[in-house]
């Protein structure tokens, strides 16, 4: 799950929503609505943009990975036969591992 760390920001940098709001040309209840969030809404490159500036942060500060345990995706609802995705250097470490037990086959 990707989080988004805007609230976190915003507190430990002391940055009030009306001075967010007025910095990136919004809203004050647009900023509310951005910062109660925990997941990362869709933003486009321009608004992730005007954050980092106003906020004087880069894009790697507002989100951060945390790991999906098996827990999680049956309370979410997720559908229990969805591929779970597996990081690079496994798939592609199964894929010589393959190939070669294909090569001995042969």
Known sequence: MIAWRLNEIMAKKRIRNKDLAAALGID?????????????PR?????LNGLCIALECQPGDLIVFIPDDDTNSTITGDKPNKPK???????????????????IAA
């Open 28 to 40: 004050e209840n647009s900023v509310h609505r951005l910062r109660r969030t925990d997941e990362m």
């Open 43 to 47: 933003l486009t490159a321009e608004r």
């Open 85 to 103: 995705p597996i990081p690079v250097k496994e798939y592609l470490k199964s894929k010589v591992e393959k190939s070669q037990a294909e090569d």
